[in-house]
């Protein structure tokens, strides 16, 4: 079972009971409190009807409220809905987006974050694909902190609200290490200059804090993000959700639209969205590895993979053995591990090839990478050639080494490679 549908599974167990809250005229001396105490967590809004018993609008509230799994968008959106009936002469909808740390911002003098409920644009009766559209543009807040739910429960993350298909757009996924949700301090610090960008965005990206905690580890390690527990606070955006439940084709090998920031200073923030809206940020390649030092001899990982690849020494080929793990598909990709250990081995000890290539080898079921050349899943080794030169020149020559890669044996390649080093040398340097 793939790390995600784990997720999905478990994201719609802890879901709440589809049904639209109703509550009378009896109940407007109580107030809306008690129900956004008991359901604002973990989604950060609700969504309130002021209507009339029996209207055309209650009774569209009714069905929007108990939506199921077949409109999948609304389902996975989660936005609890309730119905006060006869508490305002004029039927009005809203959504309520949390409120909370107002004291906090007011101290850096800067408004509560959504304090004002955001108003449906419609009159009379109002049409339901309005509705549902303004919904899914709406119910999300502008950072959605991780708080403690009714009466201290800490609820899940809400995977689905920001992963599944209820957003259209990116999200701005906040990891901080935090020993108790009710300890704040380190969510505010991680955001307080993330706001004005998250603001501008609204719409296009969905901001959320997650922390970082065993309780959330399982959820990283689908996403292959914030598994370095050495880092405090850091952002991962993803500009769309490519790949995560979104149809992609089998050469697919990480979201290209993906960006890393460490540093979550004024300043750092700053400079990091002024390239994003440049459209010049370095993507950022996930690793399942991230933050262990230690690694295989030649082993590539998704964050030194450019580096070693594309901006090798000039005058060596670069060879990269791709591989997947056993369970993931790829029976003879343990066998080839060895085969590439021992052919690796024998450059190493052979001083001529050593001058002509670099070998490495990467497992795709663990690193990231922008080989859109290679399968997503194989079922043996594949070997890519990129030639001698800078990184143009790589990028634009490289190739499948096809019958290498059908025939991975330490001797065949050994024999490969001593023909391309002969014509690489007659053709002085180049292949």
């Known amino acids: 079972m793939s790390r995600l549908v784990w997720i999905a599974m478990v994201s719609s167990c802890v879901a709440k009971p589809r049904e639209l809250f109703e509550i009378g005229p009896e109940d407007k001396a109580t107030g809306l409190e008690p129900f956004y105490e008991g359901n604002m967590e973990p989604w950060g809004a609700v969504c309130v009807g002021y209507v009339k018993e029996g209207s055309a609008n209650h009774k569209l509230l009714q069905k929007l409220g108990a939506v199921t799994e077949s409109d999948a968008a609304l389902f996975e959106l989660q936005v609890p809905m309730v119905a006060a009936k006869g508490w305002r002469e004029e039927e009005t909808l809203e959504i309520v987006r949390r409120n909370y740390a107002a004291k906090l911002w007011d101290l850096i003098q800067q ?7 955001l108003v449906f644009p ?39 609200k920001y992963f599944g298909s209820a957003n259209s757009g990116g999200v701005g996924l906040v990891m901080v290490k935090v020993k108790d949700l009710d300890d704040f301090g380190p969510q505010f610090r991680a955001i307080r200059y993330l706001r004005r960008h998250a603001e501008k965005l609204s719409g296009q ?33 993803f500009s769309n959700l490519q790949g995560l439940g ?11 639209k993906k960006y890393r920031l460490l540093n979550l200073t004024e300043r750092a923030v700053n400079e990091f969205f002024e390239g994003y809206y440049a459209g010049s940020l370095p993507t950022y390649w996930a690793s399942l590895d991230e933050g262990k030092s230690k690694r295989e001899a030649g082993q590539l990982k998704s964050w030194d993979f450019e580096s070693s690849v594309f901006r090798a020494e000039k005058g060596l080929g670069v060879l990269v053995a791709f591989m997947n793990a056993p369970e993931d598909g790829c029976q003879m990709c343990k066998e080839g591990r060895a085969v590439w250990d021992a052919v690796m081995h024998e450059l190493k000890l052979n001083r001529k090839l050593r001058k002509h290539f670099q070998l490495y080898w990467l497992d795709q079921s663990r690193d990231e990478h922008p080989e859109k050349l290679v399968p ?12 001698p030169g800078n990184e143009q020149k790589r990028k634009k020559r490289k190739m499948l080494l096809h019958k290498m890669s059908g025939s991975f044996y330490k001797d065949s390649i050994i024999e490969m490679l001593e023909d391309m080093m002969e014509d690489q040398e007659e053709q002085g340097g180049d292949l």
């Open 111 to 117: 408004p509560p974050l959504d304090s004002e409920p």
């Open 122 to 160: 419609g009159t009379g009766k109002w049409k339901e694909k309005d509705v549902r559209q303004w919904l899914l543009e709406k119910a999300f807040p502008t950072i959605n902190y991780r708080v403690s739910g009714y009466q201290g429960k800490k609820q899940p993350f809400p995977f689905d």
């Open 205 to 237: 990206i969905r901001f959320a804090i997650l922390e970082k905690s065993e309780s959330t580890l399982e959820m990283r390690k689908a996403l292959k993000v914030g598994l370095d527990e050495s880092i405090e606070a850091e952002l991962v955006l």
């Open 246 to 256: 979104r149809k992609v084709d089998n050469h697919y090998h990480g979201n290209d």
């Open 376 to 387: 997503g899943r194989l079922a043996q080794p594949m070997v890519m050639y990129y030639p």
